[in-house]
């Protein structure tokens, strides 16, 4: 199975500045990994999804990079509003392509 | 409007009771997935199905049991040998297992009287 890292402590930033959350995998490198937002009390919604052979993708002020050598995926929000105070997901797909592992989550507090 | 559908937003089980949770959805997707969330933790998979009338086991089957008679349709049975049910309870689908992405319900909270 694959073992899933993010930071359990909250990040809290201030309304503006950019956020960056850590994803690190400790098995064998999944084909691909992505990204979900889940509010309280709700299911997780889907973000980002990055491949193996891209290094970075963008979507508005999201981005995600994802370097296999360090085993590592980060997530960036720029220009970050408290509508983006959430808990974010990473999520990487089985060996086998028949499931997926998630992250336990870090919780984001935007301050205005 | 397509997506996916859980019922009931809240259970409440009493001692030695089965329960069951509805999962629905007109997404047309094959894959389905039952998952546990308590707090402080990730997401754990009970149960998935590739398609109708197949499905197997997550990392946290013991205690419950799923069916697949409909491809719109998954419902998760929580039995009484679930002993810590109380839990957050999320149902996802994609597209066929490989995925890209999972599409989530809105959660089903149970919890013990």
Redesign the interface.
């Known amino acids: 199975?694959q073992k899933?890292e993010q930071n359990?402590e909250a990040l809290n930033i201030q309304e503006g500045k950019t956020a960056t959350l850590t994803c690190n995998y400790t098995n064998y490198s999944p084909a691909?990994l992505?990204w979900y937002r889940q509010d309280p009390?709700?299911?997780?919604?889907?973000l980002l999804?990055i491949r193996e052979n891209e290094k970075e993708k963008r979507k508005e002020r999201l981005k995600v990079t994802f370097d296999t050598t360090l085993k590592q995926s980060l997530f960036h929000i720029t220009a970050s509003q408290p509508a983006d105070s959430a808990t974010y997901?990473c999520?990487l797909?089985g060996y086998n392509?028949?499931?997926?592992?998630?992250?336990?989550?870090t919780k984001l507090n935007v301050k205005p | 409007d397509g997506g996916i559908t859980q019922s009931p937003k809240y259970l409440f089980r009493k001692e030695g009771q089965n329960v069951t949770l509805s999962c629905e959805q007109n997404l047309n997707h094959d894959a389905m997935y039952w998952y546990r969330q308590d707090p402080g933790q990730g997401l754990r998979l009970i149960y998935y199905s590739q398609i109708v009338n197949d499905f197997q086991k997550g990392d946290i089957a013991e205690g419950y049991s799923v069916s697949r008679e409909k491809k719109e349709s998954f419902p998760l049975t929580v039995t009484s040998a679930q002993k810590n049910p109380t839990a957050f309870y999320l149902c996802a689908s994609s597209i066929d297992l490989a995925g890209p992405a999972q599409y989530f319900g809105p959660g089903t909270r149970l919890l013990v009287l």
């Not at chain 1, 392509?97 to 989550?105: A, E, L, M, P, V």
């Open positions: 199975s899933i359990s691909y992505q009390g709700r299911g997780p919604v889907f999804l997901l999520a797909e392509f028949n499931k997926f592992y998630f992250g336990s989550g």
